[in-house]
T-cell receptor, first 115, second 109 residues
């Protein structure tokens, strides 16, 4: 079991460029999440997908779009990157359906710099 | 608005010097409180889930406790390998976790 995997690990973009961050999980989880982590701010939820075919906004969705491609994969897209989107992005997954408070498991992160 | 506040922001201890990290929260309808450990350059790693006031959980040198307003992560006789950022998060049952900003713990040998 690889758990939650993310690609790429590092990325540098210029302002206005677009890119897609990829996330996949092999734990048969129903729910998947995208967070960003900035110094002193903790983890903030961008978007989440409670189940295949559904997506919802989190705390900081502006400037991002997501796609739940199938049960395993959840991608995050930046259509026109801005310096304010420089951050570390984490994907997480949870929900085997056995508990209402299933643990969220995190990927290793993508470190994005927008110049 | 739900809030999670962790204190202190940073803590430096000598090896073997026990201490506690605090996570205070204001959230309606708490369904669970999570503790994670995060090493530099890595994703958060799950430690504990606490569900109700009075509950305690232990793992090696770590013990987590929960009251109606706060949770503590007690570290007993820490070692340098316990150095990390510790995150707490609350769950209301709406599919979303709300995280605190973390406590950066450094254990000096």
């Amino acid at each position: 079991n690889a758990g939650v995997t993310q690609t790429p690990k590092f990325q540098v973009l210029k302002t206005g460029q677009s890119m897609t961050l990829q996330c996949a999980q092999d734990m048969n989880h129903n729910s998947m999440y995208w967070y960003r982590q900035d110094p002193g701010m903790g983890l903030r939820l961008i978007y989440y997908s409670a189940s295949e075919g559904t997506t919802d906004k989190g705390e900081v969705p502006n400037g991002y779009n997501v796609s739940r491609l199938n049960k395993r994969e959840f991608s995050l897209r930046l259509e026109s990157a801005a310096p304010s989107q420089t951050s570390v992005y984490f994907c997480a997954s949870t929900g085997t359906g056995t508990s209402v408070t299933d643990t969220q498991y995190f990927g290793p992160g993508t470190r994005l710099t927008v110049l | 608005e739900d809030q999670v506040t962790q204190s202190p922001e940073a803590l430096r201890l000598q090896e073997g010097e026990s201490s506690s990290l605090n996570c205070s929260y204001t959230v309606s309808g708490l369904r669970g409180l999570f503790w994670y450990r995060q090493d530099p350059g890595k994703g958060p790693e799950f430690l504990f889930t606490l569900y109700s006031a009075g509950e305690e959980k232990e793992k090696e040198r770590l013990k987590a406790t929960l009251t109606k307003k706060e949770s503590f992560l007690h570290i007993t006789a820490p070692k340098p390998e316990d150095s990390a950022t510790y995150l707490c998060a609350v769950y209301r049952g709406d599919q979303k976790l709300v995280f605190g900003q973390g406590t950066r713990l450094t254990i000096n040998p």
